[in-house]
């Protein structure tokens, strides 16, 4: 499908030349070459990164728990392997957070593997039913349906897996699953580790097409099983990857006018989307209960208890995508943060502070405790306002961009 796209678009390009060439060079000026430059890090430097280092995590875990579901024994020592590569690649897609406004969102790969909260009792009658589980056993990710989509990607594995903020033991994974939502129904440890073994190659799938549907270099392997064997999307109608669109801002085929609007796109549905949600949803929902009781299973990632450490990354994400490289901790020559400051815009300093004001209330947060434990806490309320005076501050200087 992709080479189909790209070639469909030249021979319209070919057929249409002078119009083709009357595109304008929308980085005549020095701050549109600037901002230009910008993306032009950005796209490779956070974007291509990140989504290849969570595609090769995902793979990774797949086959851990692969190799762990053929041994029908499971060790203290399989277990743990299989946590720390499952936290690896968690972390790299709540660092991926900052940039769903791409094919995540457009392909509904964003609610398909990170959705919440799990419905435990459905999971508990299908893991209890025979058949479901023998589908599993033999289809793999060709039978994740059977269980239904509250089910699915990382927190499904994710109960599976860790309880309490703790790795399962071996002796939990080798006997019968104890959780009051699986009471009476005798679900093995060996049927979940063959749930968690499907799923994740389900979650793998479909982080080789986020990869895929972003860069145009994603490995041709991973190109060929998500396009030919899974047939699942990988360029947008243009015949892009949305990295190519985003880089081609202005030409023939991008859904981006001009290099200002690419900009506000990465602050505005990139980054300030996802400040909202941490904000607002992921912490202020469970944070503003008004006394009533709230429902632990709701809060993200309650049984490996990294909430906090989540939503440090998805503003970390956004930390990257202004900075212009996944792990910068100061701006690349080249960046959104770069050409605020060189260009007077007079909150840039307020900016980074806030940026650096959201990451330490988390950190601080994170050093009281988990959010599950005690979400109605001061820290978090700190955490709200941090981030939000952050959202603030995007939205500002998208504005400014935008008048530009």
């Known amino acids: 499908m992709k080479q189909i796209g790209k070639l469909l678009l030249a021979a319209a390009c070919m057929t249409g030349a002078a119009a083709c060439e009357k595109m304008p060079d929308v980085s005549q000026t020095g701050q549109e070459k600037e901002l230009k430059a910008a993306v032009a890090q950005y796209v490779p430097g956070v974007v291509y990164r990140i989504y290849g280092n969570l595609a090769d995590a995902a793979s990774q875990f797949y086959s851990q728990l692969a190799a762990m579901k053929a041994s029908g024994q499971y060790t203290q020592e399989q277990i743990d392997r299989v946590c720390a590569t499952f936290l690896e690649a968690r972390q790299w897609w709540e660092q991926s957070e900052a940039f769903l ?131 699942l999307n990988t360029v947008m109608d243009s015949g892009l990857t949305y990295g190519e669109n985003l880089l081609q801002t202005g030409q023939a085929g991008s859904t981006y006018r001009n290099w200002q609007e690419a900009v506000v796109s990465i602050l505005v549905a990139g980054c300030s989307n996802i400040c909202n949600e941490v904000a607002n949803t992921k912490i202020g929902t469970a944070h503003y209960v008004n006394g009533a009781e709230y429902e632990p299973d709701y809060i993200e990632s309650p049984y490996s208890k990294k909430s906090y450490q989540d939503f440090k990354d998805n503003i970390l994400s956004i930390q990257y995508s202004l900075y212009g490289s996944q792990g910068a901790t100061a701006a690349q020559n080249a960046s959104i943060a770069t050409f605020l400051k060189k260009h007077n815009w007079e909150k840039a300093a307020e900016l980074e502070s806030a940026l650096t004001a959201a990451v330490q209330s988390l950190d601080d947060a994170m050093a009281k405790g988990a959010f599950v434990d005690n979400p109605t806490s001061p820290e978090a309320e700190n955490c709200i306002t941090r981030i939000n005076a952050l959202d603030a501050l995007l939205n500002e200087a998208a504005d400014w961009i935008s008048k530009l």
């Not at 406004?101 to 509904?108: C, I, K, R």
């Open 101 to 231: 406004f791409g094919a995540a969102t457009a392909y509904g790969i964003d609610p398909h593997i990170d959705s919440w909260p799990l419905d435990k009792d459905k999971l508990a009658k299908s893991l209890s039913h025979a058949e479901t589980i023998a589908d599993l056993d033999a289809e793999g990710a060709g039978a994740v349906d059977e269980v239904g989509a509250a089910s699915l990607g990382f927190h499904g594995i994710e109960f599976i897996i860790f309880r309490d903020g703790k790795n399962r033991t071996a002796a939990d994974l080798n006997g019968i699953e104890n959780d009051e939502a699986f009471a009476g129904r005798q679900v093995t440890g060996k049927s979940e580790i063959i749930f968690a073994a499907a799923v994740a190659e389900d979650l793998r799938n479909y982080c080789f097409e986020l990869q895929a549907a972003w860069d145009p270099g994603c490995p041709e392997d991973r190109v060929k099983l998500v396009e030919e064997t899974l047939e």
